[in-house]
């Protein structure tokens, strides 16, 4: 697609959700929506940047932020690793493979309680649902990858006498990257939304709890103010790594298109 | 005696899951005499593909012995050993540089960097792409990826190069400026070429023999010299014996080509 | 052959290391699995689970639906509709990558806490990936498949029925699968807030009052519902498959 096509999608996206925006703004402020069920956007907007500047609500933003981060860092090298070994060893791909690609159906949050007992009322059980809900998508990306390496690429390496190391770091790597990086955004997205639910249904702490907080103490202006906090926080990290991936992928068309 | 290759007896028998021993073709024997231009043809599904990874050292065969100068060649590639094949193996996240000074620097033996710059321009220089150096594979057509793959290869200095059906993917045009550019590449490595075919003409244009397959299991079921001289070009298709020699082939491999084709339906 | 056993030793080792757990950690963290088993067959057997499962299940299902029809059609038409399609499908992407459980809350103030959230909560969490595939299926049908179709004669209905939906459903498919499992997933969710039945409840409820065994109960219930769809799912594959394969040979021969 090109550039000029693609700016002026942009445009028109824009221009989209600003009017949206403007309705909503429009519909609260007019009364066409009662103010206990939504809030204007503006008073969004003003809601977080006082809550920003509070201590507590920056320890919790900050609590969470480091929660997913972990629980990020862990799915992906578990993930890989899994993954690595689905790949070598069928028989496991075999009985995991059903397991992990009905995986999202699971509630693992059911395991909550039990976690806990595990370790403890901290962050380490909230980690572990994030971990949980992310690992099988870095795990079936890193799957995919290998095996979608094509064999031409693998014999040919062969031929040239590049072998062990040397052919995992050249060859491998390289090959599996856009599938890695699939991997990446799909992981780093169920961390996110597992430890928000996590802290939304269980925990004491954290973004997920503040806003569970606001809703049940009938403070809609800081619950939307803080949903507001999270759907900024969320586009932003997934345009960032969009962003990312374009560069680290930028000239294969192709191998592994996505 | 740089690039003999001898094959004796070989053969390969294998089993893909769950189902019954396939024998893929076998055996064998020929030979391949040092700096010689043999060529394979014979109908799909013959066997050609497992013969050429067993003559490289990919695949180890059930039965049989392949030497390459006298040193027996079991499960490994023998640095000696270059081959192309039919897909694109050019890797699409390293220029055309680098993808040609590949072998060199993750490969067996250790160059430095200044010969690794060398080679890899001289190589450049042999297939023209000296101007593409520092493309992507996504920015070049089929066919110049595939002088990419021969590039790489050659600048390894095999003794014998293996190609698997290398121009398949490409149009015929194309294919025809390729084996020109391939009859060159030869004589200026001095290799031995193995070449695996489906075009008749391709193979007696380019080569000193002929060996015919048979259908699967494959056997050799003949053999023709074209007795060119080593100094040919593509123009070779206008000689007298050019005719003779493609209906000769096809008078045998039309018997192969139909009972294969009756073996896949 | 081999899978199957293998399957098998997999679940022996999973419940091998669950007994194993109950038994490090004591049954106050962790049910054993005879006690979930037993806890499981009396929920069954006294009709306890009647009334919770009927409530999210009836949940789930018109959660499902309604999702499917808006999905499908909402999907059909950014996906024929090239500039519609590539203005909002960034924008659909973005909104999946959110924790919808943050939407909960806007949800509850709007719908209250009877079984109309509940039935909205599933809506949400599947309406995007039905549309998102349904919009990338529409998007695939190959060209000369409605080149040829007219050729044959179709008119616009004709062609959308006999030849554009069948070459979108392993598609669709897919994506109401994913769309149906998520939807279990947000009922579930939804019925541990302010709900007073469902399995969701159950599960709350065992939480609350640290009741291990029913918290297993209850989350082995789940993933046999989450194994039951799968399984339904395959089953609809293998009709529509061959139904459509059927469908365009037909049509061709005409």
């Known amino acids: 697609m090109s550039t000029r096509s693609h700016r002026s999608y942009d445009g ?247 | 005696m740089a690039g003999h290759l001898s094959v004796e007896q070989l053969s390969l028998t294998y089993r893909s899951a769950g189902q019954a021993h396939t024998h893929a073709f076998g055996p064998v024997s020929f030979s391949v005499a040092p700096g010689e231009f043999v060529s394979i043809v014979g109908p799909s599904g013959c066997g050609k593909s497992s013969l050429l990874e067993c003559v490289a050292g990919l695949i180890k065969p059930t039965k049989g012995e392949v030497n390459l100068n006298g040193q027996r060649i079991r499960d490994e590639v023998p640095a000696e050993v270059g081959m192309v094949f039919q897909q694109d193996a050019s890797f699409p996240w390293l220029t055309v540089a680098d993808n040609i000074a590949f072998g060199l620097r993750y490969g067996r033996e250790i160059i430095s960097t200044e010969r690794i710059r060398f080679r890899v321009e001289e190589a450049l220089e042999q297939v023209g792409l000296t101007e593409f150096a520092n493309h992507y594979p996504s920015q070049l057509s089929g066919g110049m990826r595939q002088r990419v793959s021969m590039a790489r290869t050659l600048v390894m200095r095999p003794q014998l190069l293996l190609l698997d059906e290398p121009f398949a993917a490409l149009d015929p045009q194309t294919r025809l400026l390729m084996g020109e550019e391939l009859l060159q590449l030869w004589r200026q490595s001095r290799a031995s070429v193995l070449l695996i075919t489906h075009s008749l003409e391709e193979a007696v244009m380019l080569s000193d023999r002929v060996l015919v397959m048979s259908a699967r299991p494959g056997l050799l079921r003949h053999e023709l010299v074209t007795g060119w001289s080593r100094d040919r070009h593509t123009d070779i298709t206008t000689h007298q014996d050019f005719s003779a020699h493609v209906n000769a082939l096809w008078a045998v491999l039309r018997e192969e080509a139909i009972a294969a084709m009756r073996m896949q339906a | 052959m081999r899978i199957y056993a293998d399957r098998a030793v997999a679940i022996f080792l999973v419940l091998v290391l669950w007994y194993q757990l109950s038994l490090s950690y004591g049954t106050d963290a962790v049910a054993a699995p005879a006690a979930t088993f037993q806890r499981l067959v009396m929920l069954i057997s006294t009709g306890f689970i009647g009334p919770h499962l009927n409530f999210t299940l009836s949940s789930w299902v018109i959660s499902v639906l309604l999702a499917g029809v808006v999905g499908m059609s909402l999907g059909l038409l950014l996906g024929l509709h090239r500039a519609s399609g590539l203005v909002f499908e960034p924008l659909i992407i973005a909104v999946s990558s959110l924790p919808k459980v943050t939407l909960y809350p806007m949800v509850l103030l709007i719908c209250g806490l009877g079984q109309s959230s509940k039935i909205a909560f599933g809506f949400i969490h599947g309406v995007l990936p039905i549309m998102l595939f349904t919009l990338g299926a529409a998007r695939e049908i190959p060209v000369h498949y409605v080149k040829t179709a007219r050729t044959l004669g179709l008119n616009r209905v004709a062609t959308l029925r006999r030849v554009m939906l069948p070459a979108m459903a392993s598609g669709i498919v897919s994506g109401m699968r994913l769309g149906a499992s998520l939807a279990l997933l947000g009922v579930i969710i939804g019925e541990m807030f302010g709900a007073q039945r469902g399995l969701g409840f159950l599960l709350m409820n065992a939480i609350d009052i640290n009741d291990t065994a029913q918290m297993a109960a209850v989350a082995l219930i789940l993933i046999f519902l989450a194994l039951a769809l799968n399984a339904l799912v395959r089953l609809l594959i293998y009709v529509f498959d061959r139904h459509s394969l059927r469908s365009f040979t037909q049509l061709s021969a005409s």
């Open chain 1, 12 to 258: 028109i996206r824009l221009l989209l959700i600003t009017s949206f925006l403007f309705l909503l703004e429009l519909a609260c402020q007019m009364g066409w929506v009662q103010s206990q069920v939504m809030v204007p956007p503006t008073l969004m907007v003003h809601t977080l940047w006082k809550l920003l500047h509070s201590d507590a609500m920056v320890a919790d933003i900050a609590i969470t932020f480091s929660e997913a981060f972990q629980a990020l860092v862990i799915a992906v090298m578990l993930g890989m690793v899994l993954g690595w070994l689905m790949h070598r060893w069928s028989r496991l791909s075999d009985v995991l493979y059903p397991v992990l690609s009905s995986w999202y159906s699971i509630p693992v949050f059911a395991l909550y309680p039990m976690l806990i007992a595990f370790m403890g009322l901290n962050q380490r059980p909230v980690i572990a649902i994030g971990v949980l809900m992310a690992f099988s998508a870095m795990a079936l990306n890193m799957r995919h990858g290998l095996q979608a390496i094509p064999t031409v690429l693998n014999k040919s390496a062969r031929v040239m006498g590049v072998r062990n190391f040397p052919f995992l770091l050249h060859v491998q790597l390289p090959a599996i990257l856009p599938s890695l990086m699939t991997g990446f955004k799909m992981a780093a997205t169920y961390a996110f939304i597992g430890v928000i639910m996590a802290e939304f249904i269980l925990s004491p702490r954290g973004l997920g709890h503040a806003i569970s907080f606001a809703y049940n103490d009938f403070d809609t202006r800081s619950m939307y103010a803080l949903m507001l906090l999270i759907i900024i926080v969320s586009t932003s990290v997934q345009w960032v790594l969009i962003q990312i991936e374009r560069r680290v992928l930028a000239h294969r068309a192709t191998l592994g298109s996505l």
